[in-house]
């Protein structure tokens, strides 16, 4: 499959490229940020400090992707289709789904 197709994760660097946004835009959105840092149990500092860990991008778009408001306001904010998200947790460490077959 193509990397355009829904069912297939992002390149890791596509994947680590888009957390990082995820993650700009978390810390843009005052509310956002404060929840972000309440349920990682970082400070901010730490945060910026990883933010170039594929592991920590990966806790970044699942938090996103726990907020369906958040998530629909972030793809239209960035421009992206809605499931870039997912596929972008899927390049990740952590993010493959399991096959049941």
């Given at each position: 499959?193509?990397?355009?197709?829904?069912?297939?994760?992002?390149?890791?660097?596509?994947?680590?490229?888009?957390?990082?946004q995820?993650?700009?835009?978390?810390?843009?959105?005052?509310?956002?940020?404060?929840?972000?840092?309440?349920?990682?149990?970082?400070?901010?500092?730490?945060?910026?400090?990883?933010?170039?860990?594929?592991?920590?991008?990966?806790?970044?778009?699942?938090?996103?992707?726990?907020?369906?408001?958040?998530?629909?306001?972030f793809?239209?904010?960035?421009?992206?289709?809605?499931?870039?998200?997912?596929?972008?947790?899927?390049?990740?460490?952590?993010?493959?789904?399991?096959?049941?077959?």
């Amino acid at each position: 499959m193509q990397e355009g197709s829904t069912s297939t994760a992002l390149s890791t660097e596509h994947a680590e490229t888009l957390g990082l946004q995820a993650l700009g835009w978390i810390a843009g959105q005052p509310d956002m940020a404060e929840a972000f840092l309440t349920t990682s149990g970082l400070a901010a500092d730490d945060m910026r400090a990883r933010a170039n860990d594929p592991e920590f991008l990966g806790f970044v778009l699942d938090f996103l992707l726990a907020d369906e408001a958040a998530l629909v306001a972030f793809c239209e904010g960035q421009g992206l289709p809605a499931d870039q998200p997912m596929r972008a947790r899927a390049g990740l460490p952590g993010g493959q789904l399991p096959h049941w077959t």
